[in-house]
C-alpha cells in the first residue's frame, strides 16, 4: 500500500490496522474512550503549531487530527453506528443549513447579522432535538456545553450563553470590581487558614477574569497560553544569563534571579518600542544651487 492524496487511503489504511489477525495489536485495542485523549492533544498540537507560526508542523499536526476523525468513525463502522462518509454527510448538511446567506436567499448580510441568524437556526435545531428525544433537558440555556472541555474555555461558553438570555454584567469596569471583591475574599480565606474555601474562592476569581476578559472581546485561553510562552521565554532567559556567570537557578537567590527577569522584561520592550525617525540632514546651499541649475536648464529645454 502506497501514500496518497486521496482520502479513501487513509481510511482503507485505518481499516486495515483495525483488521483483527493482521491489524496492528496496539490499534485493535483502543476504543472511543481510550482515543478520546490523543483527539484532544492532537487539537491542541494543532494550535500550538499556529501559535508558534509552524506552517510545516501545522500541516502535519492536521493530518494528525484527521486520523482522530478516521480512527473513530472507523470504530463507530465495526458497531454499525456510522462511517466516515455519514460523519462528512452530517457536517455537509449542517455548513449548508446555517448558510442560507451563502447558499440560500439570506444574501447581503452583515457580519452581526449572520452571528443572529446562525444563533437561531441553531435554536431551531435544538428545538428539533428536543422534539425528537422528548425530553425538555436540551433545552436549557446552559445546555451543549461539553464538560470536558477546557475549564476557561467552559466557563467562557457558559457566560455566552448565559450572556443570551439576559444575565450578564453591562460594564467590564463592573467585572473588573468583582475579580476585586473575589480577591479580598481570598485574603480572607486565607486569613482563616481554609483551604477549601480558599479553592473555591480561587476558582471564583478565575471565573470572574475569564468574564472580563469575554467583555474585552479576548480569547481566556489564548491570552493564558501568551503568558505561558512569555513565562518560559523570561525563564530561560535567566538560565542563560546564569549559565554565563557558571551558576543554576538552584544555586541562585531569588533576588538574583528576579534582577534578571527584569532585565529581560526590559529587553523584551525595547525589542517591541518603535525605533526613532532619523531626522532628515540639513541640505547644504551647494545643493541647493545645484538643485535650482538643474531646474533652470529643463525650464530652458521646454521653452525650445
Known sequence: MKPSRDIDRLIEIMTALRTPGSGCPWDLAQNFAT???????????????????????????????????VFHARMAQEQGLFDFGDVVQVITEKLL???PHVFGDAKGLTPKAVERLWARIKAQEKSLRVTHNGTSESARALSGVPVNLPALTRALKLQQKASKVGFDWNDPLAVLAKIREETDEITAEIASGDRNKAAAEIGDLLFAAVNLARHLDIDPEAAVRMTNLKFER????IERALIKQGKT??????AEMDELWN??????????APRPKRAAKPRSGKAKRTRSKLARRRAARRSR
Open 35 to 69: 482515543i478520546a485523549p490523543y483527539t484532544i492533544e492532537e487539537a491542541y498540537e494543532v494550535a500550538d503549531a499556529i501559535t508558534r507560526g509552524d506552517l510545516d508542523d501545522l500541516r502535519e499536526e492536521l493530518g494528525d487530527l484527521l486520523l482522530q476523525v
Open 97 to 99: 443549513r446555517r448558510h
Open 234 to 237: 523570561r525563564f530561560t532567559a
Open 249 to 254: 537557578p538552584e544555586d541562585s537567590t531569588l
Open 263 to 272: 532585565v529581560a522584561k526590559a529587553a523584551e520592550a525595547s525589542l517591541r
